[in-house]
């Protein structure tokens, strides 16, 4: 609310106004008494305490995330150069994978959840069987050459075996198995990204309430940069179930962010979170990997590094049985958003002195940016981006991002 700072909060959500001796409520608008105030708001709004958000914020330090970090797809979903499966592709063998040259058409997937592919590389061609083949091997008069091919089939046998066995085990388990670097090093233990939870403690210190209606009928919640709120839509009257509302809520969390001075066309000026703040922080706020995948979700910046990191978090949530990839940028934006750190005091008030870079590619975005009038507290420190930061670094040199 523009006028806000002239407003005395009354809870629950609403303000009086001592010039006009209205209240109003979060959404802005104005009733004439308390009552209709407060009826306005419980039909729309959770309370503070069917929806605590203090609760919601400590369920949400708890989480983490094993195996954090990126792999690229030609080794998750190897495919030959026709587009085909590739049938001679080996994980222990990187003459065998086909990896796309130009660096920027290689896409990632999460690293958490990705189970070992089939390899069909040294699987015996049908109709042959074990038995067969050990005949025709016997049959061989040469000792030299039959001792040969005793050995061939024993290998082939053995790799068989072992491609069976790690047949849909985590890929990370499988490297780590004689590596346990790998896993340490390179795919560590992350927990619930710092930038969501920050801003539901900002939310949270407004005193503002979680709306519950207004929401479209393809969305289980949503963030609105005007009236500045998060909305979560109830199951059948009530709250979605504790991990379906921690997901929606730390989702929402990092959209309700970055906050900035947008000035309209007509000269209006007015804070503005979101997707149009967030375009002036990400590394590369307009790359949207795959737009055939993004169906209709909203194309504003960082939502696909945040639809990925729904799924590493909750890998039995809402996206299950979504498929969402990135490529080179977006892994270097959802970087940016697990990276994020709140300023420590001694920096608080002092945002307008940050340096304005905001990512690989952006001159001319910067020097724009460099004028826009920005509040001080809150916003969170520009760091220039690591691409290799926390994802798959060292150790497998082909799995460099």
Known sequence: MAHENKLKYAGNGIWFNPENGDFVT????SWLGLEDAQAHMDEN?????????????DDLRKLKVENYGVLPEYLTSPIDKRG????????????????????????????????????????????????????EIEQITDPIERDLRLSEFDQLILDRDIAHEQ????????????????????FPRRYYPESSISNLEDYMKTQKRI???????????????????IAIKPVDGELPSRQRLLEIMGHE?????????YETPQGDAYERRGFDALELTMPWPENWSNPILA????????????????????????????????????????????????????????????????????????????????????????????????????GLSQFVV
Do not use: C
């Open 26 to 29: 979060q959404d802005g608008e």
């Open 45 to 57: 709004y959770w309370t503070h305490e069917e929806l605590p958000l203090q609760n919601v914020i």
């Open 84 to 135: 085909f499966r590739d049938s001679n592709f080996d994980l222990f063998d990187s003459s065998t994978w086909n990896v796309p040259a130009n660096i920027e058409d290689r896409t990632y997937v999460t690293a958490q959840g990705v189970n070992m592919p089939m390899t069909m590389k040294n699987m015996r061609p049908f109709p042959s069987s074990d038995e067969e083949m050990l005949k």
């Open 167 to 186: 047949y849909g085990k985590s890929m990370i388990d499988v490297l780590a198995k004689d590596n346990p670097e790998i896993r340490t090093g390179f």
């Open 211 to 229: 709306r519950k209606t207004g929401i479209s009928e393809d969305a289980a919640g949503h963030y609105s940069d005007r009236p500045d709120e």
């Open 253 to 261: 969390g990092i959209h309700y962010a970055y906050p900035f001075m």
């Open 295 to 394: 169906g209709n979700y909203p194309r504003g910046a960082g939502h696909e590094a945040m639809l990925n990191m729904d799924q590493m978090f909750f890998p039995e949530g809402m996206r299950q049985w979504q498929y969402h990839n990135l490529n080179r940028k977006g892994v270097e934006n959802l970087s940016s958003i697990m990276n994020w750190q709140k300023d420590p005091p001694w920096m608080e008030g002092k945002a307008n002195e940050q340096p304005t870079w905001m990512g690989q590619g952006n001159t001319a975005r910067e020097e724009g940016i460099a004028n826009i009038p920005q509040r001080t507290s809150n916003i969170p420190r520009r760091r220039r981006p690591n691409p290799h930061q926390d994802f798959n670094t060292g």
